[in-house]
């Protein structure tokens, strides 16, 4: 069993993964290599790897549209998210999701979500199955404080409470929703209070230090593991980019900035390991480490091929070949409308039936 201290040590290098990952993908938007629109996690990631290491394997994941942090928490290869931003065919949604949409069912990772507050009833519903059938797993859902203020989002506490659904509902408030501040946006100071009105336990705490999230997130899962229903969860947290890479931030100051990354989750963890006796020298191999499974991650997706077309049409549309014999090949067109329909069991699993 790994000490306290290796432990810490694989959390930062996951965390100093992350942030390498975003700050080329930042590099990657403005090469033009990436699509769409890019919202980086950098100055959250305590979150993403304090929530993973309290769950299991067999746990089921929801996220926002920042939803690279988590995807690489929970194991997806930085090779396949960055094949993915850059449209590429091994990307975790074979390239047609891009930034929003990640997904990894072989690490139940059940997807990032571009609607706001549009996956809570999903994730809900996900954890209504674990019930019904009697499984052992506990659903985690992650949202921003915008969310709040969403009708999806009273629906889905209402069920979950109502029916004590094994579930963590996570509100990652990273102080602005979009451009605007939570003031300007909810009479409450304190949004974990609403728990009380779907009859689930509410918890509040900063985010900043991955043990913390650890610690805090582990009650929430043993109260739904042992069938004491679902927890709402505020965590304070603060994003040091835009709301996305078109966002250039200015509703907040310069000054404002500087003081919230005085508490950066990666500056946090690495005193601890200072304090810790992990000397400087064994800290910078970690984050040459990061970095290199970062740059072989831009070199694979730089290389890799495009997104398929035949992919695209296969998975996106449907016709009437659907109610006819499979024809056989991958990449087998259908008939009537001209779209095209494949049988690869792969892209089945990743793609088709989980709206990558």
């Given at each position: 069993m790994a000490s306290d201290r290796d432990r810490l040590i694989a959390q930062y290098k996951q965390m100093m993964v992350m942030r390498r990952f975003e700050e080329e993908a930042a590099r990657g938007y403005a090469q033009g290599k990436i699509g769409g629109f890019l919202h980086l996690y950098i100055g959250q990631e305590a979150i993403a790897v304090g929530?993973?290491?309290a769950l299991d394997e067999r746990d089921y994941l929801f996220q926002t549209y920042r939803d690279h942090g988590i995807a690489l928490a929970r194991g997806m290869d930085p090779k396949a998210a960055m094949s993915e931003l850059f449209g590429k065919d091994p990307?975790?949604?074979?390239?047609?999701?891009?930034?929003?949409?990640f997904f990894d069912a072989e690490h139940n990772f059940l997807g990032g979500w571009a609607i706001v507050g549009g996956h809570l009833a999903v994730a809900a519903g996900a954890a209504f199955k674990s019930k019904y059938i009697g499984e052992d797993r506990v659903t985690v859902c992650f949202f921003g404080e915008g969310a709040t203020n969403i009708g999806g989002f009273h629906e889905a506490l209402s069920l979950a409470g109502l029916w004590k659904l094994p579930i963590l509902f996570i509100c990652e408030n990273n102080q602005y929703a979009m451009g605007t501040p939570m003031s300007r946006t909810s009479p409450l100071e304190d949004?974990?209070?609403?728990?009380?009105?779907?009859?689930?336990?509410?918890?509040?705490?900063?985010?900043?230090?991955?043990?913390?999230?650890?610690?805090?997130?582990?009650?929430?899962?043993?109260?739904?593991?042992?069938?004491?229903?679902?927890?709402?969860?505020?965590?304070?947290?603060?994003?040091?980019?835009g709301h996305s890479m078109s966002d250039p931030a200015k509703y907040r100051?310069?000054?404002?900035?500087?003081?919230?990354?005085?508490?950066?989750?990666?500056?946090?963890?690495?005193?601890?390991?200072?304090?810790?006796?992990?000397?400087?020298?064994e800290l910078d191999a970690l984050d040459e480490q990061a970095d290199n499974e970062i740059q072989e991650a831009v070199a694979f997706a730089d290389q890799a091929e495009p997104a398929k077309?035949?992919?695209?049409?296969?998975?996106?549309y449907a016709g009437p070949e659907d109610n006819e014999p499979t024809p056989t090949?991958?990449?087998?067109?259908g008939h009537a409308n001209g779209t095209t329909r494949t049988v690869d069991s792969s892209v089945e699993q990743s793609v088709g039936h989980h709206g990558g």
């Open positions: 929530t993973v290491a990307g975790c949604s074979r390239g047609m999701g891009g930034s929003m949409h949004l974990s209070i609403k728990a009380a009105g779907y009859g689930m336990h509410g918890d509040k705490f900063e985010g900043h230090d991955v043990r913390v999230v650890q610690d805090r997130v582990a009650r929430a899962v043993e109260r739904a593991r042992k069938g004491d229903g679902p927890t709402f969860l505020e965590i304070e947290t603060y994003r040091f980019r100051s310069r000054a404002e900035l500087e003081q919230r990354k005085e508490r950066d989750p990666l500056l946090v963890t690495r005193a601890q390991l200072a304090d810790a006796g992990v000397s400087e020298a077309e035949e992919i695209m049409f296969g998975e996106v090949g991958a990449g087998a067109r």
